[in-house]
């Protein structure tokens, strides 16, 4: 890994620092990737993370998409209180209508 020669320690010491029991990252530049996993991706099961593993997330997408909508409106790119009809143009989930 010549992008971050240390990321698997870097992931290694940051999920145990905050008690993760696993986690996948990778961080990309131009045609430089690098990836590292550490622990399980699920306690129960034992299973080892890997580069590809896929993490249950729950809830917190909702976090995240609160988060991201408040940084549009503090970049006036849209109001906290339009409806969401004007902002659904082109959405997935409006093409039938």
């Known amino acids: 890994m010549a992008l971050l020669p240390d990321l698997q320690g870097l992931i290694d010491q940051a ?26 991706i699920n306690l129960n099961t034992g299973v080892a993370a890997t580069p590809d593993s896929l993490f249950p997330i729950s809830s917190v997408t909702k976090t995240w998409t609160a988060a991201l ?5 503090h970049q006036g790119r849209l109001d906290l ?3 969401v009809r004007l902002r659904r143009e082109g959405a997935w989930w409006a093409a039938g209508e």
């Open 15 to 40: 999920a145990r620092r905050h008690g993760v029991p696993g986690a996948a990252v990778a961080v990309g530049t131009g045609d430089q990737l690098a990836e590292a996993a550490t622990g399980v």
């Open 69 to 73: 909508v408040l940084q549009l409106a």
């Open 81 to 83: 209180d339009d409806p």
